[in-house]
């Protein structure tokens, strides 16, 4: 998932909060999730406020009732490095949101899809990754073992409150 719409300034880039749309936004997706039956048991959450805002949002809308994983590398990371973060996932993570940064996050779904999911929300990712929006993958393997083309999409949705 990409954050939600943030503030355009801030003292520094990893200090920028939420605007009030971005929060509806972000509930608004965790509503869908929860709607789609998508039950999170682990968080994955760069360590800039506008994407622990976008979780605590989403956790919110949701009626989720996990901590995160707070991740300062997930800030920076391009896709590779986001892909190694996952591909270090616990064992016992079944269903997890990733809470992530433009470009990284919209590279990283378009890589990780397989190319047999769902056609509908692959033409719709393909035509962007706006802030709130959120793809959704099945992916049956180990996390060591995720590979770039190895996860089938199964939903997106752009949160909109």
Request: hydrophobic share 40%; net charge negative.
């Amino acid at each position: 998932m990409r954050h939600a719409k943030a503030q355009q300034y801030a003292p520094t880039d990893q200090e920028r909060e939420l605007e009030d749309r971005g929060k509806r936004d972000a509930a608004a997706a965790g509503e869908w999730l929860a709607l789609h039956e998508f039950d999170c048991d682990y968080a994955l959450v760069s360590s800039a406020a506008r994407a622990i805002g976008t979780w605590e949002a989403v956790r919110k809308g949701a009626d989720w009732d996990i901590d995160p994983d707070v991740d300062a590398s997930l800030y920076a990371a391009g896709p590779e490095t986001a892909l190694d973060v996952i591909r270090s996932l616990p064992d016992e993570a079944l269903s997890v949101l990733l809470v992530g940064h433009n470009p990284t996050v919209a590279y990283l779904a378009q890589l990780l899809d397989d190319g047999d999911g769902d056609e509908d929300s692959v033409a719709e990712m393909s035509q962007g990754f706006p802030t709130s929006a959120l793809t959704v993958f099945d992916y049956a393997g180990d996390w060591a073992d995720l590979e770039i083309g190895s996860a089938r999409v199964t939903g997106f949705h752009v949160g909109r409150g």
